[in-house]
């Protein structure tokens, strides 16, 4: 299993910026993919995928903020960060890290605690 340890979440105003990162207690060439999730107040839905990048460095974003968000990763650093340009209220929500790692042929998930991303002015 791998630990999480999320940080960068803050309030920003409509329009603003902000940048996650997500710390990962092992290599990330280790990692099969790694991304982030999100999960707006109030809402029973399961947490929504926002961006996903493989441990090859393809990635992948939600229609909502695709050209918006940019997903990257500094391996020196077992990092992973969430690039957030041109924010919206609708952006509000927790927003967690995800790793998937292969054990004993199968997929396991690893997840952080959260950290909350509030767009308001």
């Known amino acids: 299993q791998v630990q999480l340890v999320e940080s960068g979440g803050g309030l920003v105003q409509p329009g603003g910026s902000l940048t996650l990162s997500c710390a990962a207690s092992?290599?990330?060439?280790?990692?099969?993919?790694m991304g982030w999730y999100r999960q707006a107040p109030g809402k029973p839905q399961p947490r929504e995928l926002v961006?996903?990048?493989?441990?090859?460095?393809?990635?992948n974003y939600a229609d909502p903020v695709l050209g918006r968000f940019t997903i990257s990763t500094e391996n020196a650093k077992n990092t992973v960060y969430l690039q957030m340009n041109s924010l919206k209220p609708e952006d509000t929500a927790v927003y967690y890290c995800?790793?998937?790692?292969?054990?004993?042929?199968?997929?396991?998930?690893?997840w952080g605690q959260g950290t909350q991303v509030t767009v308001s002015a």
């Open positions: 995800n790793a998937v790692t292969a054990v004993g042929g199968t997929f396991k998930d690893s």
């Open positions: 092992r290599s990330i060439f280790s990692i099969n993919t």
């Open positions: 961006a996903v990048i493989t441990s090859g460095g393809r990635a």
